[in-house]
């Protein structure tokens, strides 16, 4: 059987307002904390733009391959062969590793 569901009358609640409103902001300076070190946000942005530049040279190598064979195939071997020389190479890592 479902248990009903108690009515909190706007009386009966001990929470503030200004209770709500410093537990959200200390919420949120503790989630965004990291912006207060000094070089977090270079740190961002050189990620972000290396990821652009990656995506940006993944889809030009695509293309080209593409317009140089005409063949799909191509396009998938050449994109996934960085998978699979980590494929190939980690296991030799990890035993070197050890």
């Given at each position: 059987?479902?248990?009903?569901?108690?009515?909190?009358?706007?009386?009966?609640?001990?929470?503030?307002?200004?209770?709500?409103?410093?537990?959200?902001?200390?919420?949120?300076?503790?989630?965004?904390?990291?912006?207060?070190?000094?070089?977090?946000?270079?740190?961002?942005?050189?990620?972000?733009?290396?990821?652009v530049?990656?995506?940006?040279?993944?889809?030009?190598?695509?293309w080209?391959?593409?317009?140089?064979?005409?063949?799909a195939?191509?396009v998938?071997?050449?994109?996934?062969?960085?998978?699979?020389?980590?494929?190939?190479?980690?296991?030799?890592?990890?035993?070197l590793?050890?």
């Amino acid at each position: 059987m479902v248990e009903p569901i108690e009515e909190i009358s706007p009386d009966a609640s001990n929470v503030t307002a200004t209770d709500a409103d410093e537990k959200t902001v200390s919420t949120l300076r503790s989630k965004f904390a990291v912006f207060a070190i000094r070089g977090f946000p270079w740190l961002l942005l050189a990620n972000a733009s290396a990821f652009v530049g990656f995506t940006v040279r993944n889809m030009g190598q695509a293309w080209l391959v593409l317009e140089e064979t005409d063949s799909a195939f191509m396009v998938g071997l050449v994109n996934a062969m960085p998978a699979l020389v980590l494929l190939i190479l980690s296991p030799v890592g990890g035993v070197l590793a050890d």
